[in-house]
């Protein structure tokens, strides 16, 4: 490769790098000024200009005074993205059905790049409106910490979870993540055996869920399914028995549906 062709390539791909940690820095904190935005990126302030104006010509970003966020147009990107998954389509109604019978919220999940991606959500009528579960749906998160992610975990090979521990670590979200890879290692043995996996406060305090992952005939893991919510509700045998009956028969109609369509025989997580 000529060093001009070379020059061009290293260009372009420090010009995405950027364009990206701007966008990822405006998802996290919302609205920032360019000032802002340069100390925490570590660039100048005529960089960080340019990249805004370009992402605000393009429509990604939009000016509120001295301020920039995030435009609603990602949003619809995103939505569109997920429209078009055929595993969102097929799952979508028994989510909705699950929320509805336990009264919790009810999440399917994927993972994407060692991280759980919630994929949609849906909220039943004996829970209230909590800022956290909306964070959940427009933030990937660890997948230790929940029980879509460690049902998921449970399902992958062990070189695979290996592989994303290394990557990701185990942060602790609470006294009561599991923070050690032994004891990850130990809960997903028994995740395997009983079909379905628990989050007892290990995310947020206060809050508990149960979830199982749905998978393919050959095993290969598709993402997961979960009912969640405060402890002051999901206690007792609506936690240890009602909830994972719903939760594990919604996985199983979820995955009964995908083995009985031809149309999956291609990738299902693509359109």
Same mark, same amino acid.
């Given at each position: ?25 405006? @998802?996290?904190?919302? /609205? %920032?000024?360019? !000032?802002?935005?340069?100390?925490? &990126? =570590? ?72 991280h759980g991606v919630n994929l949609y959500q849906a909220k039943g009528d004996d ?23 460690? @049902?998921?975990?449970? /399902? %992958?090979?062990? !070189?695979?979870?290996?592989?994303? &521990? =290394? ?105």
């Amino acid at each position: 490769m000529n060093d001009a062709v070379s020059g061009d390539t290293s260009g372009t791909r420090t010009s995405v790098s950027r364009t990206i940690e701007i966008i990822d820095a405006l @998802a996290r904190r919302g /609205s %920032l000024g360019v !000032t802002e935005l340069a100390g925490a &990126l =570590d660039l100048s302030k005529s960089t960080v200009h340019a990249y805004l104006k370009t992402l605000e010509q393009s429509g990604y970003v939009v000016r509120d005074g001295e301020k920039y966020t995030l435009a609603q147009k990602l949003s619809l990107l995103g939505e569109s993205v997920r429209n078009q998954s055929r595993f969102f389509q097929i799952a979508r109604d028994e989510i909705d059905d699950l929320a509805a019978e336990t009264g919790l919220y009810a999440h399917l999940t994927v993972e994407e790049n060692g991280h759980g991606v919630n994929l949609y959500q849906a909220k039943g009528d004996d829970v209230g409106r909590y800022d956290y579960q909306t964070q959940k749906i427009q933030q990937p998160e660890p997948l230790h910490v929940t029980a879509t992610g460690k @049902a998921i975990l449970a /399902s %992958l090979s062990r !070189t695979d979870v290996e592989s994303i &521990l =290394d990557r990701h670590g185990l942060v602790r979200r609470t006294p009561h993540t599991i923070t050690d890879r032994d004891s990850l290692f130990e809960e997903l043995s028994t995740i395997g055996d009983r079909g379905y996996a628990s989050n007892d406060e290990e995310e947020i305090e206060g809050f508990r869920a149960v979830g199982a992952s749905i998978c393919r005939p050959n095993g290969e893991v598709l993402g997961a399914v979960s009912v969640s919510g405060p402890t002051s509700i999901l206690h007792g045998e609506r936690f240890r028995q009602e909830s994972t009956e719903a939760v594990t028969r919604t996985a199983n109609l979820i995955e009964v549906t995908i083995n009985m369509s031809n149309e999956f025989v291609s990738d299902l997580t693509k359109p």
